[in-house]
């Protein structure tokens, strides 16, 4: 029988790189399907990150975000978000990982209702963790999956595995394998598509969808163009309007003003909203990069119960609520400590204490980074929400000013939380560049979104110095010692040197991460992310 001619061309999309196993991935239909997206869609993308330059500018300027005057009516308006569908009505507790075989696997498996699979902050975009990673997930959605490890374990799927929802990359990130008329693609669009395309159907088929979390939106235009794509790819596919669904990370302080408007933007599919906190402290730090009063202690002091995060996590209940869409509460960094009972017991208090004041401030789920804290989440919302979700909890008592969502918070710097920045980043940015997009660092799940304060954190402190600031940062450590870039230079020296010596994932990548972070922390200005300039050097 003939091919169909559409089988035998490429058309405008070339995709470069070791690409001979994946032939079953990358047909041409497939290929036409993502070039066809990034014709229609890339240009505006485009547009939306040079508006997010042009906000930034005005508040490097001065100028603060605040609630847009333009929209007051869609937040002032009576109007809900389209009914959830079945499998999205109880999500108490949510696992997430990157898209790594055995990973799924044990994430689908772990007693967690969903599994959020990330190519996002938990994953590095080598060509190959992304192409394998949507060839694990065919599997995963036609319930094939299996994985024999080195030592010879067998892995296969269980009964009643997590529903399944995808993050595909932020609208920021290229895919430089893939392009398009020469062009780049968007990772998005290309994480996005090729898992529509490949799954949407099976996923039909099992009364299940294409669900998604949204990363890094900063505004609700970002949301409309989600919700346009998948419009256009629900047309395109032949699928009911409306199946797929979408649930957003508000992850940066620009979305944080813009709640409703995103909720809005996408009413016909979103589920609900995600407290990203570490992308939104990130964030904090970015957006109010020019405004030298504005500081913040050093991480570790930075919790959930500071009252800029607080004012943030209570804003995203009431706001969903109101809409009848769900309130998800984020990752608490620890996790289980290995060989030490009394330390593992410490660690999972925190993840409790977390989780109790996520349940009670109305959130309708959370997530965990490790499925041995999938129980000990699951534990607190099982006794404190007893229904499978508490959107009946409206907090009408909750009235979240601008200022208080952009109030500094107040603490200390310490050496070693200066110390503790300086390895962190290093520490991640080489096993990121070693491929390794998620790894424990002293106990804590280290991931882009955590790195990223870090390095924030560094870059801040150390080009504010000298500047009369802040009355609650003082910008020197608590035995009066100057913050200053000598300092860090010694300490990135030094634990560069002791991570080319150790055993830690990207062991081999130390000298070009210290580069990197070098580059990044001497910079003029701080840059957007540190994934961008570190994506040029991936092997
Ligand atoms: C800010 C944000 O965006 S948060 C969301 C992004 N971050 C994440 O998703 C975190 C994902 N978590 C992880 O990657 C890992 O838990 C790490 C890197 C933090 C720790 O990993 P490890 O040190 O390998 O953990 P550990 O050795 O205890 O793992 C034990 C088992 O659990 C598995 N496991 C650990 N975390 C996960 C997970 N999130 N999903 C599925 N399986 C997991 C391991 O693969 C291992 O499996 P095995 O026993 O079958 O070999
Ligand atoms: O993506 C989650 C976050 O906290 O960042
Ligand atoms: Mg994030």
Known sequence: MAVPQERLDPGPLTVHGNTAAYASL???DALAFLADLHHRFDA???ELLAARDERQARWDAGALPDFRADTRAIREGAWQVAPVPPALRDRRVEITGPVERKMIINALNSGAKVFMADFEDSSTPTLANQLDGQ???IDAVAGTISYRSPDGRDYKLGANPAVLIVRPRGW???????L???????GALVDFGLFVFHNARALQARDRGPY????????MEEAALWDAVMAHAEHQLDLPRGCMKATVLIETLPAAFEMDEILHALRERVVGLNCGRWDYIFSYLKTLRGHHDRLLPERGQVQMTVPFLKAYS???IKTCHRRGAFAMGGMAAQIPIKGDDAANEAALEKVRADKLREVHAGHDGTWVAHPALVPVAQAIFDRYMPEPNQLHVLREDVHVTRDQLLAPACGTITRAGFDNNVEVALRYTAAWLDGLGCVPIHHLMEDAATAEIARAQLWQWLHYAGDVISDCVPLEFPDGAPIDMALFDQALAAHTHRLRESTHPGARRA?????????LTHAEQLGAFLTLPAYQQLA
């Open 135 to 137: 060839e694990n997930l």
């Open 26 to 28: 990358l047909t041409a």
């Open 172 to 178: 920021h990130l290229p895919e430089r394998h893939f």
């Open 511 to 519: 000298e070009d991460a210290a580069h990197l972070l070098s580059e």
């Open 212 to 219: 998604f979390y949204l990363p890094k939106l900063e505004a």
């Open 180 to 186: 398009v008329d020469g062009e780049p693609m968007a």
């Open 314 to 316: 209570e804003l995203l």
């Open 44 to 46: 505006r993308r485009r």
